[in-house]
Nanobody, 115 residues
Framework: QVQLVESGGGLVQPGGSLRLSCAAS????????MAWYRQAPGNQRDFVARIINGGSTNYADSVKGRFTISRDNAKNPVYLQMNSLTPEDTAVYYC?????????WGQGTQVTVSS
């Protein structure tokens, strides 16, 4: 059974940085894409960033230039480096992996940006 576990969330002041990690366990198959989404209270789950097999990336406009998605090809974690955080970035961040035609979600990690 595949499990995704996010880590690295927490409370940070505006302007600060956090690095989220997502590790997959189990027999996940061939990974096609890895992504981060986020969901603020009362809102839908929104796309944040994606990295596809081969290394191409794309970002939501709201995070371009501030967030960077990367992965460790030796293993399968995916990272989200978040800089210049604002209160609008406060949300639960979810890892998503698409592998062998199936999508997997983690349980989420809370990111709170507040002074």
């Amino acid at each position: 059974q595949v499990q995704l576990v996010e880590s690295g969330g927490g409370l940070v002041q505006p302007g600060g940085s956090l690095r989220l990690s997502c590790a997959a366990s189990g027999s996940i198959g061939n990974i096609n894409a890895m992504a981060w989404y986020r969901q603020a209270p009362g809102n839908q789950r929104d796309f944040v960033a994606r990295i596809i097999n081969g290394g191409s990336t794309n970002y939501a406009d709201s995070v371009k230039g501030r967030f960077t998605i990367s992965r460790d090809n030796a293993k399968n974690p995916v990272y989200l480096q978040m800089n210049s955080l604002t209160p609008e970035d406060t949300a639960v961040y979810y890892c998503n992996i698409v592998a062998s035609g199936r999508g997997y979600w983690g349980q989420g990690t809370q990111v709170t940006v507040s002074s």
